[in-house]
C-alpha cells in the first residue's frame, strides 16, 4: 500500500470520507463519474499532513517558493484584486497547464518510435489532457484578450 493510503488508515480518516454512488451512462462516451450528497460533502475537514524527512521537507519548501513566486508576480491579494487581475492570473495558469500534457505526449511518442512498442494509449491520454487544457485557456480568452506584453510574457517562460 502507499504511504498516503497508511497514513488516511492509522488515523481513521479513510472512515470518515463520504460515500458516494457512480453514475454511468452507456450512450456517453465520458467517464464514470463520482456523486456525493451536499451534507456529506459538507462535513469534509481540510487536512494537512505535516512533512517528515528531507524529502517532505524539500518538496513543501520548493511548493512554497513557486507558489510564492506566482503570488507576487501576480500580485495576488484576494480583496484587492478585480476581474482583470483573476482573469490574467487565470489565464496564465492554464497555459501553463497545458504543457506537460503535451511534452508528456510527445516524450512518450518518441519512445514508441525509438522502442518499436506499443503505447498503449498513453500518448492519446496525455495529448488529450494537454487539449483540455486548451480549451479551458480559450473560454478564459473569450471573456479578456490579453494585450502584447502579456503574450510575450507567456511566450518567454
Known sequence: MPCGFNLFKKTGALESLPKFKMVMNPKSYRMAHAVYKLQDIETIQPYHHEPIGWRDKL????????????????????????????????IFLETV?????MIGGMVRHLKSLRSLEADHGWIHHLLQEAENERMH?????????????FRMSIAAA
Open 59 to 90: 518538496a513543501m519548501t520548493m511548493i512554497r517558493t513557486v507558489r510564492g513566486s506566482f503570488d507576487t508576480i501576480s500580485r495576488y491579494n484576494p480583496e484587492k484584486m478585480k476581474e482583470r487581475d483573476w482573469l490574467h492570473r487565470i
Open 97 to 101: 497547464a497545458g504543457v506537460p500534457g
Open 137 to 149: 485557456l480559450f473560454i478564459f480568452l473569450s471573456m479578456y484578450n490579453p494585450g502584447i506584453f
